[in-house]
């Protein structure tokens, strides 16, 4: 049973445009949410998170929106960059008022075009 | 201020053998989490452990695997008798511990498990 949802594998844009990663979640007990950046041979890099008490967090390019009532969270990255070229994880993980367990999606592989 | 740190990053073994996966945690982290990522898939969890404890171990096999976290050096998940699906990239992740709300966890770069 798939809790965290990533639909698109892919996505290819073009540089200086907005990218725009799609996450679907079924687990009403999540409430917080995170992204990570993954290269090829390296491990995850966390970029930006969001708690439920939100719906908008920003940080420099990368913009994550949650919309609770539809279960649902984006990442928009703008501009893109070439650099950003990698597979990025949606992560989520329930209340418990403590560290807990990220149950990630399949992950969406971006390019960027030059 | 080094990362998370796994060893070996790559490991070969046999059908059989064991294998032993080293992780040392971010400096100032006590909390340590074990995913496993099998080809074209996310991350797994696999076990959650704090210095001497394992407070979560709802993602591991019931058989063959084990992990600890012991008061003096590295987080070790252990393998035993490995198989051909055991083959995967195994990931570490740390975080500091506290009372608030922040959960973001800090990612080894992997050790890559061939069985062959």
């Known amino acids: 049973d798939q809790q965290v949802k990533q639909n698109s594998p892919s996505l290819s844009v073009q540089e200086g445009r907005i990218s725009i990663l799609n996450c679907d979640y079924t687990?009403?007990?999540?409430?917080?949410f995170l992204w990570y950046k993954k290269y090829p041979a390296e491990g995850p890099t966390f970029l930006i998170s969001?708690?439920?008490?939100?719906d908008k967090n920003e940080d420099g390019r990368f913009t994550v929106f949650l919309n609770k009532s539809a279960k649902h969270l984006s990442l928009h990255i703008v501009p893109s960059q070439p650099g950003d070229s990698a597979v990025y994880f949606c992560?989520?993980?329930?209340?418990?008022?403590?560290?807990?367990?990220?149950?990630f999606g399949k992950g969406i592989t971006l390019s960027v075009r030059p | 201020n080094a990362g998370v740190m796994q060893n070996p990053r790559h490991l070969v073994r046999r059908r059989g053998q064991e294998a032993r996966l080293r992780c040392s945690p971010m400096?100032?982290?006590?909390?340590v989490y074990w995913y496993r990522q099998l080809p074209e898939e996310g991350l797994k969890f696999m076990v959650y452990?704090?210095?001497?404890?394992?407070?979560?171990e709802s993602g591991m096999p019931k058989e063959r695997f084990s992990a600890e976290f012991p008061k003096e050096g590295p987080s070790i998940l252990r393998i035993q008798q490995v198989v051909r699906g055991d083959s995967a990239a195994y990931f570490c992740?740390?975080?500091?511990?506290?009372?608030?709300?922040?959960?973001?966890?800090?990612f080894g770069p992997g050790t890559r498990l061939t069985v062959t």
């Open positions: 400096k100032g982290h006590s909390h």
């Open positions: 687990n009403s007990m999540f409430d917080y």
């Open positions: 452990l704090q210095k001497e404890n394992i407070i979560d």
């Open positions: 969001i708690s439920s008490i939100k």
């Open positions: 992740a740390s975080s500091l511990r506290t009372g608030g709300v922040s959960y973001e966890q800090y």
């Open positions: 992560a989520a993980s329930p209340s418990s008022g403590a560290n807990s367990k990220l149950t």
